[in-house]
């Protein structure tokens, strides 16, 4: 037996989450079973916990959408027990039992041998936002940063704070969007250059073009942010686009694609393939400051979860939580 957060839902639609011990024989079926280490705690894991249920169709359910750890047993001969892997995407934690668990069964497909220079926790203080941030680092370079700054918004948020500590420990000057003045000095100390308010940027506006300002976007709001954003672009550079809190909605027009030749790339981390994964988490052990990495950290156990769930909601939570399964 060993202990997991499962959340269930009662007759009134009602979800319950509870650490609560399960046995190894309750796990779905798939071929890696791996001792996990740490999870982290993400808004589409807040969504799983929450009162709605979010994304989840089944229950009981195990929220955790990503987590690191040791392999146990393996059908795959990519995979020995005693090897140290890493989990993002593939619907773990949604629709596949995931990360809040002190065990976890899997495909092999979906996981990813640990890179040397990362440990399973370092793994998990990146977690699933790091390596959407490096996912849209990576798409920035490949279609060309241009002079100016590269905004980040969202930038005191998961994906906004590692995409920041890595812009700018590759040299790039950072402008960090927040509607929390107190995150200011947490910005400037993981490598920002510029502090923009969120009302700022959030200013209504009619003109779908304005002065060219940024020579890169890592865009993890969206909505009428990400619209606003489009127009205060440099000439050809681009906007990669990962998250989804502001909206789905897009209130702009072409106007920035035509007369800018602006590109806005959307950055999927789920379903990402094999080498790409592996690429970006190499990416990540090199060129992400773990000093950087370790001030993003807030430590928290299986039984903090269903609070943590909340916050991250509510827009509470600052950085990367990490989750110790074992504590």
């Known amino acids: 037996m060993f202990n997991a957060l499962v959340v269930n839902k009662d007759d009134e ?12 024989d309750q796990l779905p079926q798939a071929e890696v079973t791996v001792a996990v280490e740490y999870s982290t705690v993400n808004y589409k894991d807040g969504l799983c916990i929450g009162p709605g249920g979010g994304l989840v169709r089944n229950y009981p359910h195990i929220p955790g959408i990503d987590f690191a750890g040791t392999v146990e047993t393996s059908d795959d001969d990519r995979y020995k027990p005693g090897d140290k892997v890493v989990l993002t995407g593939w619907r773990v934690g949604e629709a596949h039992w995931g990360g809040y668990s002190q065990k976890a069964r899997v495909m092999a497909d979906w996981l990813v041998p640990l890179p040397d220079g990362l440990d399973t926790r370092q793994a998990m203080a990146v977690g699933t936002a790091g ?3 490096m996912l849209a680092v990576m798409a920035l370079e490949d279609h060309g940063i241009k002079q100016g700054p590269v905004l980040v918004t969202g930038a005191a948020g998961g994906v906004g704070s ?5 812009l700018a420990n590759l040299g790039y000057k950072v402008a960090g969007v927040t509607g929390r003045p107190e995150t200011a000095d947490y910005l400037k100390d993981l490598g920002a250059s510029q502090i923009v308010a969120r009302e700022e940027i959030n200013e209504t506006t009619k003109r779908p073009l304005e002065g060219e300002t ?3 976007c890592v865009d993890a709001v969206g909505g009428a942010m990400l619209a606003r954003v489009l127009g205060q672009m440099e000439y050809g550079a681009s906007v990669a686009a990962v998250g989804l809190a502001g909206g789905a909605a897009l209130p702009a027009t072409v106007i920035p694609f035509l007369l800018r030749g602006v590109n806005l790339l959307g950055i999927d981390s789920v379903m990402q393939p094999y080498d790409n994964r592996l690429r970006a988490w190499k990416r990540i052990a090199k060129d992400l400051p773990m000093d950087k990495l370790e001030a993003m950290v807030q430590p928290a156990m299986l039984a903090d979860l269903p609070k943590l769930g909340a ?6 939570v600052k950085g990367r939580v990490v989750v110790d399964v074992n504590a």
């Open 214 to 216: 940024w020579g890169g």
């Open 311 to 316: 916050d991250i909601l509510k827009g509470q």
């Open 162 to 166: 590692v995409a920041t500590a890595i």
């Open 13 to 24: 639609g009602k979800t319950h989450a509870a650490v609560t011990q399960i046995s190894e």
């Open 131 to 133: 390596f959407t941030a």
